[in-house]
C-alpha cells in the first residue's frame, strides 16, 4: 500500500475538498477537485449555504492528470475560478463546487455547479432557460443565471481534459423532457447539486450522473433531499431526469458541525456490476450512522427503496467503481444466502464448478458512525441469483460486503476511487487537504482469505 499527499492540509488560506477520479486507460487518470478560500464569519448561514465553505463561497476547480496509474501527477489547472462578492465586474461574485466526471471511452463529460448569492439550502428554482448554446468558459456559460439560483454546468473535453466547452443544464427541460410519465413529481424546475465523484456509462452508452435535489417544504424543521440520476442517451446532447430514490421508512432527521438539519437520501455513488444491475451506496442525511443501498433494474430510471447497511458512515460521501474478480486472481462464491470473494486457485480446490458473475464493486468510505475518519476499502457483492435475490433484503440485506483494507485510520473525509487495470486509486480529503491511497492487485488479492 503507497500514500502521497496531493494536497498539503497546513495552508492558511484554501483547502482542497470533494474529489472527483477516472481512468482513461493506460494508466491516464484525471483528477478533479475544489479549492475553497477558508471562510470568516457567519454569512454563510444567511445565504443559504449548507455549510461554511460550501457554495455560496467563491471556490474553485481545479485538474489534474497523472500518466502512470497516480504514481506522480501534473501541476493543478484551473477550471473554473471562484471570485469573491465585491471583486467581479458586477459585484455579485461566484463560486464553483462539486466536480463530478464521466468518461464514456472517447469524451471525458464534468458536472459543476456554481453559484452567486445563495447556497443549496436559500437557492429558488431557475426562471428562464440557461444562454444557448456551448461556451468557452465556464462564467460564459452562466450568463443567464439568476442570483439566488443554483447552477449545473455540463463541460464536455474531446482531449483527454485539456480543452473544454460548457453550457448551463436546463433543469426545468430535464425535469419534463420527452412526456415522460415519471416526471409529473417536478412542479418545478427542482434545486440541487452535482454529487461529486464519477458517475458511468452503462454498457449500452447511456450516462449516467448522480445528482441531489433539495425538496420543497419540511420534514419536523429539517430540508428534505432526494437522490435522483441525470441520464442521457444521445451522449450527452439532451439530458432527463430519473425518479427519486425514496428510503424504506421515514429516516430521522439530524445536521452537521452546526448546520442545517436534513433528512432523506443524500449524496451518493453509483457502480454497474452486470448488464442489468446499477448499485447506488448513499449517505444518509438523518445521519443514522449507516450507509443505505440501493438497486436499479433499468438503468437509473428508478430505484428499489434505500434500505440501511451494516456499513458504518457519519454522513460523508464515498466512492465507488466497479471491476472483475479475475483481474484480481478472484472468483465470486455464491453459496446461500452468502456471497464472497475467494481466491481462485483456493476455489478450484474446495468448491469446483462453476462460481457467480464476474464483476463487482469497491467501496470507499469513513467506516466511523460519527466522525469522518477511518477509511475502508470494501467489496460490494450482488446477493445469490443475481435481481432475483433481492427479495431477499429484507432478512440478510440488499447487497453484501466484505472487508479488504484500512487505508487511513485517521482523518478520511469524501474519497473517490479508480481501477487503472493493474491499481487501485483512491483519493480523500484528510484535515483540509487531499491524500492518495493505492493498492496492486496482487495487495487486494492477497487480502482475500
Same mark, same amino acid.
Request: charge should be negative.
Given at each position: 500500500?503507497?500514500?502521497?499527499?496531493?494536497?498539503?492540509?497546513?495552508?492558511?488560506?484554501?483547502?482542497?475538498?470533494?474529489?472527483?477520479?477516472?481512468?482513461?486507460?493506460?494508466?491516464?487518470?484525471?483528477?478533479?477537485?475544489?479549492?475553497?478560500?477558508?471562510?470568516?464569519?457567519?454569512?454563510?448561514?444567511?445565504?443559504?449555504?449548507?455549510?461554511?465553505?460550501?457554495?455560496?463561497?467563491?471556490?474553485?476547480?481545479?485538474?489534474?492528470?497523472?500518466?502512470?496509474?497516480?504514481?506522480?501527477?501534473?501541476?493543478?489547472?484551473?477550471?473554473?475560478?471562484?471570485?469573491?462578492?465585491?471583486?467581479?465586474?458586477?459585484?455579485?461574485?461566484?463560486?464553483?463546487?462539486?466536480?463530478?466526471?464521466?468518461?464514456?471511452?472517447?469524451?471525458?463529460?464534468?458536472?459543476?455547479?456554481?453559484?452567486?448569492?445563495?447556497?443549496?439550502?436559500?437557492?429558488?428554482?431557475?426562471?428562464?432557460?440557461?444562454?444557448?448554446?456551448?461556451?468557452?468558459?465556464?462564467?460564459?456559460?452562466?450568463?443567464?443565471?439568476?442570483?439566488?439560483?443554483?447552477?449545473?454546468?455540463?463541460?464536455?473535453?474531446?482531449?483527454?481534459?485539456?480543452?473544454?466547452?460548457?453550457?448551463?443544464?436546463?433543469?426545468?427541460?430535464?425535469?419534463?423532457?420527452?412526456?415522460?410519465?415519471?416526471?409529473?413529481?417536478?412542479?418545478?424546475?427542482?434545486?440541487?447539486?452535482?454529487?461529486?465523484?464519477?458517475?458511468?456509462?452503462?454498457?449500452?452508452?447511456?450516462?449516467?450522473?448522480?445528482?441531489?435535489?433539495?425538496?420543497?417544504?419540511?420534514?419536523?424543521?429539517?430540508?428534505?433531499?432526494?437522490?435522483?440520476?441525470?441520464?442521457?442517451?444521445?451522449?450527452?446532447?439532451?439530458?432527463?431526469?430519473?425518479?427519486?430514490?425514496?428510503?424504506?421508512?421515514?429516516?430521522?432527521?439530524?445536521?452537521?458541525?452546526?448546520?442545517?438539519?436534513?433528512?432523506?437520501?443524500?449524496?451518493?455513488?453509483?457502480?454497474?456490476?452486470?448488464?442489468?444491475?446499477?448499485?447506488?451506496?448513499?449517505?444518509?442525511?438523518?445521519?443514522?450512522?449507516?450507509?443505505?443501498?440501493?438497486?436499479?433494474?433499468?438503468?437509473?430510471?428508478?430505484?428499489?427503496?434505500?434500505?440501511?447497511?451494516?456499513?458504518?458512515?457519519?454522513?460523508?460521501?464515498?466512492?465507488?467503481?466497479?471491476?472483475?474478480?479475475?483481474?484480481?486472481?478472484?472468483?465470486?462464491?455464491?453459496?446461500?444466502?452468502?456471497?464472497?470473494?475467494?481466491?481462485?486457485?483456493?476455489?478450484?480446490?474446495?468448491?469446483?464448478?462453476?462460481?457467480?458473475?464476474?464483476?463487482?464493486?469497491?467501496?470507499?468510505?469513513?467506516?466511523?458512525?460519527?466522525?469522518?475518519?477511518?477509511?475502508?476499502?470494501?467489496?460490494?457483492?450482488?446477493?445469490?441469483?443475481?435481481?432475483?435475490?433481492?427479495?431477499?433484503?429484507?432478512?440478510?440485506?440488499?447487497?453484501?460486503?466484505?472487508?479488504?483494507? *484500512?487505508? /487511513?485510520? @485517521?482523518?478520511?473525509?469524501? =474519497?473517490?476511487? $479508480?481501477?487503472?487495470? %493493474?491499481?487501485? +486509486? #483512491?483519493?480523500? *480529503?484528510? /484535515?483540509? @487537504?487531499?491524500?492518495?491511497? =493505492?493498492?496492486? $492487485?496482487?495487495?487486494? %488479492?492477497?487480502? +482475500? #482469505?
Amino acid at each position: 500500500m503507497e500514500k502521497q499527499i496531493l494536497y498539503p492540509s497546513d495552508q492558511a488560506d484554501f483547502s482542497a475538498r470533494v474529489p472527483a477520479l477516472v481512468h482513461l486507460g493506460s494508466g491516464h487518470l484525471v483528477l478533479v477537485h475544489d479549492l475553497r478560500p477558508r471562510p470568516k464569519g457567519e454569512q454563510w448561514r444567511s445565504s443559504g449555504g449548507a455549510l461554511p465553505d460550501d457554495l455560496p463561497n467563491p471556490n474553485s476547480v481545479v485538474v489534474r492528470h497523472s500518466y502512470n496509474h497516480g504514481s506522480t501527477w501534473d501541476d493543478a489547472q484551473i477550471l473554473a475560478e471562484g471570485v469573491a462578492r465585491g471583486y467581479s465586474l458586477d459585484g455579485v461574485g461566484c463560486g464553483y463546487s462539486d466536480p463530478s466526471l464521466i468518461w464514456d471511452g472517447s469524451k471525458l463529460h464534468l458536472f459543476i455547479t456554481a453559484s452567486r448569492l445563495t447556497g443549496l439550502f436559500g437557492a429558488k428554482p431557475a426562471l428562464q432557460a440557461p444562454a444557448p448554446g456551448w461556451h468557452e468558459t465556464p462564467a460564459a456559460a452562466l450568463a443567464k443565471q439568476g442570483d439566488e439560483e443554483l447552477a449545473l454546468l455540463y463541460g464536455v473535453s474531446e482531449d483527454s481534459g485539456y480543452t473544454w466547452r460548457w453550457r448551463q443544464i436546463d433543469m426545468a427541460a430535464a425535469a419534463t423532457n420527452g412526456k415522460r410519465s415519471w416526471r409529473t413529481n417536478f412542479k418545478v424546475a427542482p434545486c440541487g447539486f452535482s454529487v461529486s465523484g464519477h458517475g458511468v456509462c452503462l454498457n449500452g452508452g447511456r450516462l449516467v450522473q448522480p445528482l441531489v435535489l433539495r425538496v420543497e417544504g419540511s420534514s419536523e424543521g429539517a430540508q428534505q433531499m432526494q437522490a435522483c440520476c441525470l441520464l442521457s442517451d444521445d451522449g450527452g446532447q439532451s439530458w432527463f431526469l430519473g425518479q427519486p430514490c425514496q428510503q424504506t421508512q421515514a429516516g430521522q432527521t439530524g445536521s452537521l458541525a452546526g448546520g442545517t438539519a436534513t433528512s432523506g437520501v443524500d449524496e451518493f455513488c453509483i457502480a454497474q456490476v452486470n448488464a442489468d444491475v446499477l448499485l447506488l451506496s448513499a449517505r444518509d442525511a438523518g445521519y443514522s450512522g449507516q450507509r443505505l443501498s440501493a438497486v436499479s433494474l433499468n438503468g437509473g430510471v428508478s430505484w428499489t427503496k434505500a434500505s440501511p447497511d451494516p456499513v458504518r458512515d457519519p454522513g460523508c460521501n464515498a466512492g465507488m467503481v466497479s471491476v472483475r474478480a479475475s483481474e484480481f486472481g478472484l472468483v465470486i462464491v455464491s453459496d446461500q444466502p452468502h456471497v464472497f470473494l475467494m481466491q481462485s486457485e483456493l476455489y478450484n480446490t474446495v468448491y469446483g464448478g462453476r462460481h457467480a458473475d464476474d464483476r463487482f464493486a469497491l467501496l470507499t468510505n469513513a467506516f466511523d458512525a460519527r466522525q469522518r475518519r477511518n477509511g475502508w476499502l470494501e467489496a460490494v457483492l450482488l446477493p445469490p441469483g443475481g435481481a432475483s435475490g433481492f427479495t431477499e433484503a429484507e432478512e440478510y440485506g440488499l447487497v453484501r460486503y466484505q472487508f479488504l483494507a *484500512e487505508l /487511513e485510520p @485517521g482523518s478520511f473525509g469524501y =474519497s473517490d476511487v $479508480a481501477w487503472t487495470d %493493474r491499481t487501485v +486509486v #483512491v483519493v480523500y *480529503e484528510s /484535515e483540509g @487537504g487531499l491524500k492518495q491511497v =493505492s493498492l496492486s $492487485a496482487g495487495e487486494i %488479492r492477497q487480502r +482475500v #482469505v
